[in-house]
């Protein structure tokens, strides 16, 4: 019999691909389909190109490891990829149909497992696949491995007041709750000022 490690530890298993592409998900949702950021209202870019373009490069993210360069992205791809983002929002904060969801992105944007290349990598899309369907298949198909393993827990929305932003919970426990330290700060304080008026 074996035991997966991951259960006896609570350490997370996902290997590296789908990491990269489940981090891609929540990229593009941070980036093109939230509305409300740490307290803020926040306006999807009109232009999506340019402002995912320097999202990827800050973050340091290509479709293969090792690829040089920024990623480009044509008019089309970068329409495409909003929409997309937009059919991820709801997957990666919980919503209560999110496996139906999922399971419709999937589908439309043709995930099926190939080989391509010399050597041969393993990709979630169709050969003919444009470069926003070939995103959507494999970055559906990671939220799928990290959901269909029993780790959709990791994939979170933030809890603070006004926050929107969406994030892949990588901890040993699964117990972030907050986008980032700024947001953790302001339910911290929030709570304090509720204790002191309460006192």
């Excluded at 496996?99 to 419709?104: D, E, I, P, Q």
Aim: aromatic share 6%.
């Amino acid at each position: 019999m074996t035991i997966d490690a991951w259960r006896i530890t609570g350490q997370s298993q996902i290997d590296s691909y789908v990491g990269r592409w489940a981090e891609l998900a929540v990229l593009l949702v941070n980036e093109l389909a939230v509305t409300r950021v740490r307290g803020r209202d926040v306006e999807p870019p009109s232009d999506p190109g340019p402002a995912l373009e320097a999202a990827l490069a800050r973050a340091g993210w290509s479709p293969s490891p090792g690829a040089a360069g920024p990623v480009r992205l044509g008019d089309e791809d970068a329409a495409r990829l909003a929409a997309i983002a937009a059919e991820l929002r709801p997957i990666l904060g919980g919503a209560p149909d999110a496996v139906a969801a999922l399971n419709g992105v999937l589908i439309r944007h043709r995930a099926v497992p190939s080989l391509y290349g010399d050597p041969p990598v393993l990709a979630f899309h169709a050969p003919d696949a444009t470069l926003a369907d070939a995103w959507a298949a494999n970055a559906a198909t990671a939220l799928a491995m990290v959901i269909g393993v029993g780790q959709g827990v990791r994939l979170r929305s933030c809890e603070a007041e006004g926050c929107e932003l969406v994030f892949f919970d990588v901890t040993r426990n699964a117990s972030r709750r907050f986008c980032g330290l700024s947001c953790q700060n302001r339910a911290k304080a929030t709570a304090y000022r509720a204790r002191r008026r309460g006192a």
